[in-house]
């Protein structure tokens, strides 16, 4: 239906630009965990790297039971969702098998799920995700193609009470959206770094708290910052109350980084998976070398002198990373002054390299902390950096899955949100329930108690600092 439009309609040449977009994709550690994706749906010149760099990160040899493909309609509003059970897709790498079986038995027991022609009639949300299925999986493979066209969070919740005995291990969950519309590029900047964050917390309730800010802002051109915000809505509903899911953000981009694609009015792309974890990420995994500990405190230093010098962060060469600060993910940058705390920011996950993040973090902790005045040229040889790399935010729903000195904390409730990093026990003595009330009156700004009815995630940290490195040029 929209080959040649939005993908080759040739088979050559599609299965040549898919090839060159598993190619170039900058990770392509397959991960057998993996439970569901987000990718971007927009024509492949613009946005197909970004679902690339997601599927390639699925086991091409792993069979699947079902492929559940969740799109929201560009075209029409309806009470709940319609799946396409009247036989199957074509593309030009041939024929895409729906499970009509499964499709039928679905509309059959949910009222608030239907056949509608005219959701799937001219949508492309789901089909484009169809030849990077058909060239990465080896096995066959069956889908349930579902377009969602209610506006109401309640129906979503719905949605994923009836999808959610399908979340299995042998199932996989695709969720096909883009994200902000039309906004200049810097402002798709930052709204989609947002809209990313709160995706990548797997919190419903951060997610659409994040998409109604965002509107408020009232930024020129954003029409929306998630278009397909149901079906993320949905997905979210599924996985926030796993406890074994992680929710990984893997590749940003926006249509202005495209050679066909200009920068006054753009469209972003997200991609994620989610994984089935076996328990908590271990902070070792980040694997990061020594020479790789002071390469990143250096680079937080030179950051810091030269926002000092000309108000500028300097241009990096990629090539003489290693691959380990390369990787997307979050980081805390910590500066200290004779033992105190003189600055603290970072950021959770992040749509950026490592040494992108710790750059940033470091400008910002020691200029943007309000907490602090600005930091000063005559000081800086009295300051020592620590850095704390981020494992992905894991919902709890009981403090007794948070394990005290070895995980931080970060908590949300409503607009309000704080965290504490795993470190701040140590130097504080504080027992668990002191810490969470420390964390929800100081720094969420929730009151003593406030931390016993918000949202808490645990992450832990690969903690290193100048001191521990014998690495302190000042």
Request: with cysteine; glycine share 6%; aromatic share 10%.
């Amino acid at each position: 239906m929209v080959s040649g439009s939005f993908y080759p309609s040739d088979a050559q040449n599609l299965k040549a630009q898919l090839e060159q977009f598993f190619f170039n994709a900058e990770d392509k550690t397959v991960n057998e965990s993996i439970a569901a994706i987000i990718v971007p749906h927009a024509g492949y010149v613009f946005s197909g790297p970004v679902a690339a760099s997601a599927y390639v990160k699925i086991d091409p040899g792993k069979s699947f039971s079902r492929i559940f493909i969740v799109g929201t309609s560009h075209h029409m509003l309806s009470n709940g969702a319609s799946i396409y059970n009247q036989g199957d897709y074509e593309t030009p790498l041939g024929t895409v098998n729906v499970d009509t079986e499964l499709a039928n038995r679905l509309i059959d027991q949910n009222k608030q799920i239907s056949y509608i022609p005219g959701a799937h009639d001219k949508e492309h949300s789901i089909e484009v995700q169809l030849p990077f299925l058909q060239y990465w999986l080896k096995k066959p493979f069956k889908i349930v193609p579902i377009i969602i066209g209610t506006q109401s969070e309640e129906t979503c919740k719905k949605l994923a009470e009836t999808l959610k005995p399908y979340f299995t291990p042998e199932n996989l969950f695709i969720v096909s959206s883009d994200f902000s519309h039309y906004p200049s590029y810097e402002n798709a900047l930052k709204t989609d770094q947002l809209t990313g964050l709160a995706v990548a917390g797997n919190s419903p309730e951060k997610f659409i708290e994040t998409i109604n800010s965002n509107e408020r802002q009232n930024i020129p051109g954003l029409a929306t910052s998630c278009c397909a915000w149901s079906s993320v809505l949905t997905l979210l509903d599924i996985t926030s109350v796993q406890q074994n899911v992680q929710v990984t953000h893997v590749k940003y981009m926006n249509s202005g980084d495209s050679p066909s694609g200009g920068k006054d009015r753009v469209v972003g792309y997200h991609s994620f998976i989610f994984t089935r974890e076996n328990g908590t990420r271990n902070s070792g995994e980040f694997l990061l070398t020594p020479e790789d500990k002071r390469m990143l405190l250096k680079l937080a230093r030179e950051s810091i002198e030269m926002k000092l010098e000309n108000n500028a962060i300097s241009d990096i060469n990629e090539e003489d990373l290693s691959e380990n600060v390369k990787m997307n993910c979050g980081a805390f940058v910590t500066l200290n002054k004779n033992n105190q705390l003189r600055g603290c920011i970072g950021n959770f996950t992040s749509t950026e390299p490592l040494y992108k993040v710790v750059q940033e973090m470091a400008a910002a902790a020691a200029f943007s902390d309000f907490r602090f005045a600005p930091v000063v040229k005559e000081e800086l040889s009295k300051i020592d950096i620590e850095i704390s790399v981020l494992t992905p935010l894991r919902k709890i729903s009981s403090i007794d899955d948070f394990k005290l000195g070895e995980q931080g904390i970060y908590m949300i409730k409503g607009t309000r949100s704080g965290t504490f990093l795993p470190q701040v026990a140590e130097l504080t003595h504080w027992n668990k329930e002191e810490f969470l009330g420390h964390c929800a009156r100081d720094k969420a700004g929730i009151g003593w108690d406030g931390w016993k009815d918000a949202d808490l995630y645990t992450y832990e940290a690969l903690v290193f600092d100048e001191k521990e490195l014998f690495f302190n040029e000042k």
